[in-house]
């Protein structure tokens, strides 16, 4: 078996919140914005993909 090929996805943008509002994105685990005022648990480039395919519905 070999291993799966490398995400060839945008990595998210590095985080301007607090240290303690930062949390990991509940699809592709990279650092976000995810507690707090303003917290999701998608990092945007995941919420872009949640929105493109709910806009194509």
């Known amino acids: 078996m070999t ?3 490398p995400s060839v ?3 998210p ?3 301007t919140c607090a240290p303690a ?3 990991p994105c509940a699809h592709c685990r990279q ?3 995810r507690y707090g005022h303003g917290g999701n648990p998608l ?3 995941c919420l872009a993909e949640v929105e ?3 806009a194509q519905k």
């Open 3 to 5: 291993s799966p090929a």
């Open 9 to 11: 996805r945008p990595a």
């Open 13 to 15: 943008p590095l985080p």
């Open 21 to 23: 509002q930062i949390g």
């Open 31 to 33: 650092p976000t914005h």
């Open 43 to 45: 990092c945007p480039v």
């Open 52 to 54: 493109a395919a709910r």
